[in-house]
């Protein structure tokens, strides 16, 4: 009620006034409105899944797709993740939506796997409150069960933040996934406290260095002294390292010449739906058996 947020304002003094500008009212009335109509989405059958594929820098295989929703509403259009993710992070509704992507991952493995286009994992993106889910575990293994899939063929992201909040029962979370054979990527990497002690203690598989850092190698020496060493520790730690926003050549060629692993982004492929998705045949190098041999 507006009443009360100016009066609170009064309360706390001319310096505080700002935070219940009309602008802030704006925005958490918008925020409602996603979420009255994000609560409906699921039984509207609004979300969809969108992959994007992860490619070994050694090989050219496609090795993995990352899993990322799609909204589209019948009104607004599409809206973006950064807008509705947080938004279902603050309502509980990304409980029941991260496991209508788990679910939708799975299904989406059976079908490759009927066709035998790709097999390879299916990565999807764990949120801070889907962690803080004491029955996180037992409700996961519970839809791969019923899928029927192989867990080796799963992997999920993480964020820093979200490990640090609880550091011994996520590791154990962690691990029991892990038992399964679900690999696990610390996600945009870099932008959190990035203790390099803490990461000795994650039993993660592999690291995604952020986009915002890959986005100005060759032109910033400074990101790509940080480049240089978050894969240097990374390979010292025996974890793998992805790059995140490859978009050009010159990237692709600094992170290839130090020995970064895998790399997505819009440079190899957009996230598409799966229908749309194209896997390369593996291409033999020059010096293996058959390299050119169908040319
Ligand atoms: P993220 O997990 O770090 O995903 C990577 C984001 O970078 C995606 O944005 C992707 O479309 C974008 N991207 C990929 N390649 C490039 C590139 O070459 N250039 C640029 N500029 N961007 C690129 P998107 O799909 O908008 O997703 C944003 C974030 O929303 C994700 O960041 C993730 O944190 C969250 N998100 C998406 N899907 C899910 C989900 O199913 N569950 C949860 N909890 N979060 C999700
Ligand atoms: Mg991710
Ligand atoms: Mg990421
Ligand atoms: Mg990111």
New binding site residues.
């Given amino acids: 009620n507006s009443d009360t947020a100016m009066y609170q304002a009064k309360a706390l003094g001319r310096n505080n006034y700002r935070f219940y500008s009309p602008e802030m009212d704006a925005k958490a009335a918008d925020r409602l409105m996603l979420e009255n109509n994000l609560r409906r989405a699921l039984e509207r059958n609004e979300l969809a899944?969108?992959y994007?594929p992860i490619v070994s820098l050694a090989s050219g295989e496609v090795v993995a797709v990352?899993?990322?929703?799609r909204w589209t509403h019948p009104v607004m259009g599409a809206v973006?993740?950064?807008r509705f993710?947080p938004v279902a992070?603050d309502s509980s509704l990304?409980l029941p939506?991260?496991e209508w992507?788990l679910e939708t991952a799975c299904r989406q493995i059976r079908e490759w796997d009927r066709s035998g286009s790709f097999h390879g994992r299916i990565v999807?993106?764990?949120?801070p409150r889907?962690f803080r889910q004491g029955d996180l575990v037992q409700r996961f293994t519970h839809i791969i069960k019923r899928t029927g899939i192989d867990p080796r063929r799963l992997g999920m992201?993480i964020t820093e933040s979200v490990i640090m909040e609880n550091l011994d029962s996520s590791i154990r979370m962690l691990q029991s996934l892990k038992d399964m054979g679900v690999e696990f990527s610390l996600?945009?990497f870099g932008t959190g406290y990035s203790s390099l002690s803490y990461l000795k203690r994650f039993p993660v598989d592999k690291l995604?260095i952020?986009?915002s850092f890959v986005r100005d190698l060759v032109n910033d020496h400074d990101d790509e002294s940080l480049v240089k060493a978050i894969i240097a520790m990374a390979h010292n730690l025996k974890i793998r390292v992805v790059a995140?926003?490859?978009?050009t050549v010159d990237q692709l060629e600094f992170l290839r010449e130090h020995r970064c692993d895998l790399y997505?982004?819009?440079?190899f492929s957009?996230?598409l739906p799966a229908h749309e998705l194209k896997f390369p045949q593996y291409l033999p190098r020059p010096n293996e058996p058959n390299a050119g041999s169908s040319l």
Wanted: no cysteine; aromatic share 6%.
């Fill in positions: 899944l969108h994007q990352e899993a990322l929703l973006s993740p950064a993710i992070e990304i939506i991260g992507v999807i993106n764990l949120s889907q992201e996600d945009d995604k952020d986009q995140e926003g490859v978009e997505q982004g819009y440079y957009r996230p």
